[in-house]
């Protein structure tokens, strides 16, 4: 069975600040998708960013970059100069063939004026 | 491109009735859909995946007489509740999967809130 753990419920950082959400997923897939998807209030699910298994290289998008470390099962993601528009739920999602998609609890983020 | 829509966006039943959720690709063909509930402060959760002209397929727990999923066609798909009740309330979304494509994009979602 796929399993996707984000074990911060909640937190915060400073506007400007970097800020790293953690997510671990457990599979005995070799060839999977990971995702971070941002919900702001107005509940519009938006692809942060995505990794593709076999890539070594951690995937970068303008301020988002992730941590894959596939051998330990991990697939950080990092915020740097958050904005106060990064004040969001974030999930973390795997998907492998068959594109079945599975979420993490999320991590609620806040950034602070 | 890689739009998806969903009608109605809130949606207010009397208990026992049903209601009809669609869900749109509007600029592409979508051989899978799928229907995600979420709890407030909470994840989403799949309830099912729709292929189009067939069957979907439903998660463990998810009442398939309750929650009728028709995929008639490759950008349309609908969610029908049948005979609503409160603890139906709740805010629903899909997805769709382009043709060759990993990715999912997602609906803005539907709340639904049965009296």
């Known amino acids: 069975a796929q399993t996707v753990t984000q074990s911060q419920p909640e937190m915060s950082v400073q506007e400007a600040e970097t800020v790293t959400l953690s997510c671990t997923y457990d599979?005995?897939?070799?060839?999977?998708?990971l995702f971070w998807y941002k919900q702001p209030p107005s509940r519009q699910m938006i692809l942060v960013i995505r990794?593709?298994?076999?890539?070594?290289q951690n995937a970068t998008e303008n301020r988002f970059s992730v941590n894959f470390q596939k051998a330990a099962k991990s697939f950080s993601l990092k915020i740097s100069d958050s904005q106060l528009g990064d004040t969001a739920m974030y999930f973390c999602?795997?998907?492998?063939?068959?594109?079945?998609?599975?979420f993490g609890t999320g991590t609620s983020l806040t950034v602070i004026p | 491109g890689a739009v998806v829509s969903q009608h109605p966006s809130r949606v207010i039943c009397k208990s026992g009735t049903s209601v009809k959720i669609e869900c749109r690709s509007l600029?592409?063909?979508?051989?899978?859909m799928f229907w995600y509930r979420q709890f407030p402060k909470q994840s989403l959760m799949l309830m099912a995946t729709?292929?189009?002209?067939?069957?979907?397929?439903?998660e463990q727990g998810v009442e398939k007489d309750k929650f009728l999923i028709n995929h008639a066609s490759l950008t349309l798909s609908t969610l029908t509740v049948t005979s609503a009740h409160p603890e139906d309330s709740s805010f629903y979304i899909c997805?769709?999967?382009?043709?060759?494509?990993?990715?999912?994009?997602f609906g803005p979602g539907t709340r639904l809130t049965v009296t």
């Open positions: 997805s769709a999967n382009r043709d060759i494509s990993y990715e999912q994009y």
């Open positions: 599979t005995s897939e070799s060839n999977y998708y």
């Open positions: 990794q593709e298994a076999y890539k070594q």
């Open positions: 999602a795997f998907q492998f063939t068959g594109n079945q998609f599975y």
């Open positions: 600029d592409f063909q979508a051989t899978t």
């Open positions: 729709s292929n189009e002209g067939s069957k979907a397929t439903y």
